[in-house]
């Protein structure tokens, strides 16, 4: 049978488009989310691959876009659905939020389509998620921070967390982060996900600038999950050692200014040392920011001089939990 999404009908040697309908703005123009499907002509498992989550991380759509411009769809066992941008109103507006109701969707899944509309969203993109057997989320700092390319695995103690980490050994990062409840994440997608038994993992790579170097770290992630799922033949990168990082923080400031960073997004840092200094319109430092973790992988940072309000994320600590060899 073939994949239904949206108004997109999967045939096998072709990507087709379509448009997943999510509701309409004041004025009745529609809210849709774009969506390919990329049928090979072999029988395999289903992919769900997304970006933009938080609107303004748009690395994710171009890396997807670049792969699916590129992917030899002859050589596919299976099937990938593609949303490049799976919240428009927020990629509209380059936000990490909804301009619509405010609302973090990473933050909100089952959703309902009871609630506001970001609930409503996360309603819908559930029951479509629902079809596939394996997702890959793709996400980045934003536009006002950076972060070091890895791979987050959510661990909820479930069956299906295992075959979540064994893909994220297959992406192409030694960084792992194993995300637990207390990290703040039960109502992200890939939570939801394994609440509906499907294994998945969340890309993270670079920010406010997107390099070519960011491109290549997506597409090495996007290749070597669909290999490591058996979609895309050959075999998947796997590292020699890799080191798991679990327990983050997100790191909040109490000044409004300007951020000044004090070292670099991937690196190691001991608790206390400084992570960056808030300054005020006259060049005094306001506030130094600092780790409260020892042994901390550094995994997001506020930009260069980013204008940063009280309480916003300028950083991210996570310590190092273990190493563990492929
Ligand atoms: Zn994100």
Partial sequence: MSTQVGSAIGKPGLIVRGEIRVGRMADASPINLPVLIATGRKKGPTVWLQACVHGEEYGGAAAIINFMQNVDVNELSGTIIAVPVANPPSFNFRSRVSYIDGQNLNRLFPGSMGGSYSFQLAAVLRTEIGKADYIIDLHSGGIGAEVPFYVIYKDDGSEVVQRSKELAKQVGCSTIWRAKERDGLGATVTAEALRLGVPAVTIECGGGTFTDQNLQDYLTSIDGFMKAVGILPG????????????????????????????????????????????????????????????????????????????GEIVGEAVPIETHEAA
């Fill in 235 to 310: 075999p998947a990168p796997r590292q020699k050692e890799y080191t798991i990082v679990s327990d983050g923080t997100f790191i909040h400031n109490r000044e409004g200014g300007m951020f000044v960073p004090a070292c670099k997004v991937g690196t190691i840092v001991s608790k206390g040392q400084l992570l960056g200094r808030m300054i005020n319109m006259f060049g005094e430092t306001t506030e130094e920011i600092r780790s409260p973790h020892d042994n901390a992988f550094i995994a997001a940072l506020r930009c260069n001089y980013y204008p940063t309000h009280a």
